[in-house]
């Protein structure tokens, strides 16, 4: 490729940076009034929902609130960060009582973009007192399956790109968190400011130009730019690596640097601060069948379910696919057999990259940071080890197995201690079978 063309993608992931820093110093003309807000509401026995009001509320040294005639309350705050905030359960009304007694007071992560909304679940009647026999119920085990298959939808979808590359080069790449971070700040900057917050002079121009837009467009452009950066770091760094003869080793350090270098970017351009998406940032959860699900979350998970559908039926049915696969099994006999082996890596850098994307968009749902990539991956690499280097269907299967295990041992362990199981079974893995579940044994030396 011209080196006029590399410079034009250096160009544009470097401008999306710049964007990001934009973000940091201009999101405090977004909102100079920051507050906690919720709605207290419950269900009475008819099914009808009912709103309270005369509930006290407080945050330590800032200020207090009471509910109004709508159930409604908000508290101003000084400045974005964690606070915790407090109900007195005394001024419910009679019969009145929070589902969860331990959850009377809860963490809001301010952001500069706006309130942050907290939601008290109420119910009718006695509260549920976590306890060692409750936490065994079918409720329980039920709902933290539900939450570990969602947490697996997520992995799966950065796993899949992370084994791919390594089967089709044999590298293990530790930048791939960062591409899962950059999907989540990629999708913060298009929500909140479009590409305005790159280029001032498109102020007048419709959404995504001239603002933000929504956020499942968002996703796409975050989708898109994940892509972009996955091509540009294959075309640039290791594609020159391979070509000048670099040992996958060295390779491998190279991408710990490279890891490192793209996390303090982030940091310097998207400061440090939490952040939350303007769209879907919190929703008060739906109950079916004993669990409850955000309609967030839901639709994530059939996105989800949809997208590994479709990158299964592409793997297996496309000539592409076929193509990443026969690199992935055996690279020389793909090439002696006339495939354009550095047009597959390729191919598989953009699509493993904007998986890594599209993962990090949900995984931003709670809170945007910077090194949100970091924190899960170890998650990836346990899901990816469990299931098979180099296997795409194998990522799938550990990364479900890895989302149900962490949250099953929250029924014996601190919900904080959680992931450190993915590291037990990273461990296990190696020790019991090294190729994974769907990989294969090996002849080594």
Same mark, same amino acid.
């Given at each position: 490729?011209?080196?006029?063309? =590399?410079?034009?993608?250096?160009?544009? /992931?470097? *401008?999306?940076?710049?964007?990001?820093?934009?973000?940091?110093?201009?999101?405090?003309?977004?909102?100079?009034?920051?507050?906690?807000?919720?709605?207290?509401?419950? @269900?009475?026995?008819?099914?009808?929902?009912?709103?309270?009001?005369?509930?006290?509320?407080?945050?330590?040294?800032?200020?207090?609130?009471?509910?109004?005639?709508?159930?409604?309350?908000?508290?101003?705050?000084?400045?974005?960060?964690?606070?915790?905030?407090?109900?007195?359960?005394?001024?419910?009304?009679?019969?009145?009582?929070?589902?969860?007694?331990?959850?009377?007071?809860?963490?809001?992560?301010?952001?500069?973009?706006?309130?942050?909304?907290?939601?008290?679940?109420?119910?009718?009647?006695?509260?549920?007192?976590?306890?060692?026999?409750?936490?065994?119920?079918?409720?329980?085990?039920?709902?933290?399956?539900?939450?570990?298959?969602?947490?697996?939808?997520?992995?799966?979808?950065?796993?899949?790109?992370?084994?791919?590359?390594?089967?089709?080069?044999?590298?293990?790449?530790?930048?791939?968190?960062?591409?899962?971070?950059?999907?989540?700040?990629?999708?913060?900057?298009?929500?909140?400011?479009?590409?305005?917050? &790159?280029?001032?002079? $498109?102020?007048?121009?419709?959404?995504?130009?001239?603002?933000?837009?929504?956020?499942?467009?968002?996703?796409?452009?975050?989708?898109?730019?994940?892509? /972009?950066?996955?091509?540009? *770091?294959?075309?640039?760094?290791?594609?020159?690596?391979?070509?000048?003869?670099?040992?996958?080793?060295?390779?491998?350090?190279?991408?710990?640097?490279?890891?490192?270098?793209?996390?303090?970017?982030?940091?310097?351009?998207?400061?440090?601060?939490?952040?939350?998406?303007?769209?879907?940032?919190?929703?008060?959860?739906? &109950?079916?069948?004993?669990?409850?699900? &955000?309609?967030?979350?839901?639709?994530?998970?059939?996105?989800?379910?949809?997208?590994?559908?479709?990158?299964?039926?592409? $793997?297996?049915?496309?000539?592409?696919?076929?193509?990443?696969?026969?690199?992935?099994?055996?690279?020389?006999?793909?090439?002696?057999?006339?495939?354009?082996?550095?047009?597959? =890596?390729?191919?598989?850098?953009?699509?493993?990259?904007?998986?890594?994307?599209?993962?990090?968009?949900?995984?931003?749902?709670? @809170?945007?940071?910077?090194?949100?990539? @970091?924190?899960?991956?170890?998650?990836?690499?346990?899901?990816?080890?469990?299931?098979?280097?180099?296997?795409?269907?194998?990522? *799938?299967?550990?990364?479900?197995?890895?989302?149900?295990? =962490?949250?099953?041992? &929250?029924?014996?362990?601190?919900?904080?201690?959680?992931?450190? @199981?993915?590291?037990?079974?990273?461990?296990?893995?190696?020790?019991?079978?090294?190729?994974?579940?769907?990989?294969?044994?090996?002849?080594?030396?």
């Amino acid at each position: 490729m011209p080196k006029s063309r =590399i410079g034009r993608w250096l160009l544009f /992931v470097l *401008l999306s940076l710049s964007g990001l820093g934009f973000g940091r110093f201009a999101s405090a003309e977004v909102s100079d009034d920051l507050g906690v807000i919720g709605q207290l509401q419950y @269900t009475d026995a008819v099914g009808a929902k009912v709103l309270v009001e005369g509930v006290s509320l407080a945050i330590d040294d800032v200020g207090s609130a009471v509910s109004g005639k709508d159930g409604t309350f908000r508290i101003p705050v000084p400045a974005p960060g964690e606070y915790t905030i407090v109900l007195d359960s005394a001024t419910l009304p009679t019969g009145v009582v929070l589902r969860e007694a331990e959850r009377a007071s809860l963490v809001a992560k301010v952001s500069e973009n706006g309130d942050q909304r907290v939601i008290f679940p109420l119910i009718l009647g006695d509260s549920v007192v976590a306890s060692a026999e409750n936490n065994f119920s079918v409720r329980r085990i039920s709902q933290l399956t539900l939450e570990g298959i969602k947490l697996g939808l997520y992995l799966a979808m950065a796993a899949i790109g992370l084994s791919l590359i390594f089967g089709t080069t044999g590298l293990v790449n530790f930048a791939h968190a960062e591409l899962i971070t950059w999907g989540t700040l990629m999708a913060y900057f298009f929500n909140v400011y479009g590409l305005v917050g &790159t280029f001032g002079f $498109l102020s007048f121009l419709p959404a995504p130009f001239g603002s933000g837009v929504n956020f499942i467009v968002a996703t796409l452009l975050a989708t898109v730019a994940g892509g /972009v950066l996955g091509y540009v *770091l294959n075309r640039v760094v290791f594609r020159t690596s391979r070509n000048a003869g670099v040992s996958l080793l060295a390779q491998m350090v190279m991408t710990i640097g490279l890891s490192i270098f793209l996390r303090y970017v982030f940091v310097y351009f998207f400061g440090s601060r939490y952040r939350v998406y303007l769209d879907y940032a919190s929703q008060r959860a739906n &109950t079916f069948w004993g669990m409850e699900l &955000t309609s967030r979350d839901a639709v994530a998970m059939a996105v989800s379910v949809v997208i590994l559908v479709a990158v299964g039926l592409g $793997l297996t049915r496309t000539k592409t696919g076929r193509a990443m696969r026969a690199v992935s099994d055996n690279r020389d006999l793909a090439e002696s057999s006339g495939i354009n082996v550095e047009k597959v =890596i390729s191919q598989v850098w953009i699509f493993g990259a904007a998986l890594a994307a599209l993962s990090g968009t949900f995984f931003g749902f709670d @809170t945007v940071k910077w090194d949100l990539g @970091t924190r899960i991956l170890l998650l990836v690499f346990a899901a990816v080890t469990l299931g098979g280097l180099g296997t795409s269907f194998g990522a *799938l299967v550990g990364a479900l197995i890895v989302g149900v295990v =962490i949250n099953w041992s &929250t029924l014996v362990i601190d919900t904080e201690l959680k992931n450190m @199981t993915a590291l037990i079974v990273l461990i296990l893995a190696l020790l019991l079978r090294p190729q994974g579940i769907l990989g294969k044994k090996q002849r080594i030396g």
